[in-house]
C-alpha cells in the first residue's frame, strides 16, 4: 500500500522538486520577460551584510523562528520564480505542489519617524559614503544600530503582513516563508531595496554625516574657507550625487583643467582678437539620468544607466529615488524607469 493510499501526499524528491521549478520558469519567461527569480549561488541563503541581518531578524522572533525554516529548502531548489521589492511592498511566485505557482504579497509598515531621527542621529559622522553603508562596509557599532530589535532599520513582526493564495491554513505557510527569505537572497544582489521597502532615504542617512565628516576634514586642512573642497571633490570622497555637471567630476589621476584667466584670450597669429565660443549647457548627473531615461520609452534598466553614464550603481539608485519621489520619472519594474 503506498503513502497516497494510506492519505499522504506522494514524496517528492529535491532532485524532482528543481525540475519541476525550473520548467515553470522557462514557461514564465516566455509569457513575461521582466520576472526576476532568486537564485542562489550555492546554498548558502544571504552573503551580504544587509541579506545576513534580514534573516537573523526574522529569525530572532519567536513568532517566526519555529515557521521561518520551512521556506529554505523551497528557496535552495528554486521555487521562488519571481520575487519584485517596492514600498512597502513584496510580491512573488512560489512553485508549490500544484502546477500553478502560489502567489504571496508581504507588507512592510514605513519606518518609524522617531526611529528614523534617533538612526541619523547616531549616524552621524560615523558614515563615510552611500556606497560604504550599501556594501555594509561600516563600523560594528554601525550595524548594531540597525540591527536594535524594534529601535533599528530592520521591521519587527508587528510591522510585517502577509498572504498566499495557497490552502495552507498554516500562519506562515511555506511559500510566505521562502518568499521571506528570498528578500534577504535579493538584497545581496541590491541592497538599496532595503531602504525602498522601508520607505528611507539614504541619501538623507549619509547627509548628516557628509556634512560632520566634511567640516571634519576643513578643521583638519587649517584653513578658514569652507570653499576649500568643493562639490565634486564631497562627490567622489561620500559617494553620493551632488549635481554637480559630469564634466567637472574629478578623474583619478587626471589633473584638473586650468581655468581661464580674466580678461585674457587667445589671439590668432595676425593678433585680431577673437571672440570666444558659445557656451554649451551643461547637464547636471541628475538632468543626464533624466535624458537618458526620456529617451527609451519602454523604459531604462539601471545596467543601461550605469553603461552610459558610468556613474556607480550605488550613485543611480540615490538619483532614481529622488526623481521617482518628485513624481519625474515611472518605476516601470523591478530596476527598470520611464519617463513621464
Known amino acids: ?17 528543481k525540475a519541476t521549478a525550473a520548467k515553470k520558469l522557462q514557461q514564465l519567461v516566455k509569457q513575461n520577460p521582466g520576472i526576476r527569480p532568486v537564485v542562489l549561488q550555492g546554498q548558502t541563503l544571504a552573503r551580504t551584510w544587509w541579506g545576513k541581518g534580514w534573516n537573523k531578524n526574522l529569525e530572532r522572533y519567536a513568532d517566526y523562528t519555529n515557521r521561518i525554516g520551512r521556506g529554505r529548502s523551497y528557496l535552495r531548489h528554486g521555487a521562488v520564480l519571481d520575487l519584485k521589492i517596492e ?6 511566485l512560489v512553485q508549490g505542489s500544484r502546477t500553478k505557482p502560489y502567489e504571496v504579497r508581504i507588507r512592510i509598515k514605513p519606518l518609524a519617524k522617531t526611529n528614523w531621527e534617533a538612526i541619523r542621529k547616531q549616524c552621524a559622522g560615523k558614515l563615510a559614503s552611500l556606497p560604504d553603508l550599501l ?7 554601525m550595524g548594531e544600530i540597525f540591527l536594535s530589535e524594534g529601535k533599528g532599520l530592520f521591521p519587527t513582526p508587528k510591522e510585517i503582513a502577509f498572504d498566499c493564495s495557497c490552502p495552507d491554513w498554516a500562519l506562515m505557510c511555506k511559500h510566505v516563508a521562502a518568499a521571506l527569505y528570498g528578500i534577504g ?35 583638519r586642512s587649517k584653513k578658514k574657507s569652507a570653499r576649500v573642497i568643493d562639490a565634486a571633490d564631497l562627490s567622489n570622497i561620500f559617494g553620493i550625487d551632488l549635481d554637480q555637471p559630469p564634466e567637472f567630476a574629478a578623474k583619478p589621476g587626471i589633473a584638473a583643467a586650468p ?16 571672440p570666444p565660443p558659445p557656451e554649451k549647457p551643461v547637464k547636471t548627473d541628475t538632468e543626464l539620468v533624466m535624458e537618458i531615461i526620456g529617451e527609451n520609452r519602454t523604459g531604462t534598466t539601471v545596467a543601461m544607466l550605469e ?34
Open 1 to 17: 500500500m503506498s503513502a497516497r493510499d494510506w492519505g499522504y501526499p506522494r514524496y517528492v524528491s529535491v532532485a524532482e522538486k
Open 87 to 92: 514600498a512597502g511592498l513584496v510580491t512573488a
Open 135 to 141: 556594501t555594509g562596509k561600516f563600523s560594528k557599532e
Open 185 to 219: 537572497a535579493r538584497l545581496d544582489e541590491e541592497p538599496a531595496l532595503f531602504f525602498t521597502l522601508r520607505r528611507v532615504d539614504t541619501e538623507e542617512l549619509v547627509a548628516r554625516a557628509v556634512r560632520d565628516n566634511a567640516g571634519e576634514l576643513l578643521a
Open 259 to 274: 581655468r581661464p584667466v580674466a580678461g585674457k584670450t587667445a589671439r590668432p597669429a595676425g593678433g585680431k582678437k577673437q
Open 307 to 340: 553603461e552610459q553614464t558610468g556613474f556607480s550603481r550605488a550613485k543611480i539608485y540615490g538619483i532614481t529615488s529622488r526623481l521617482r519621489r518628485q513624481d519625474r520619472i515611472a518605476y516601470v519594474a523591478q530596476g527598470i524607469y520611464a519617463g513621464i
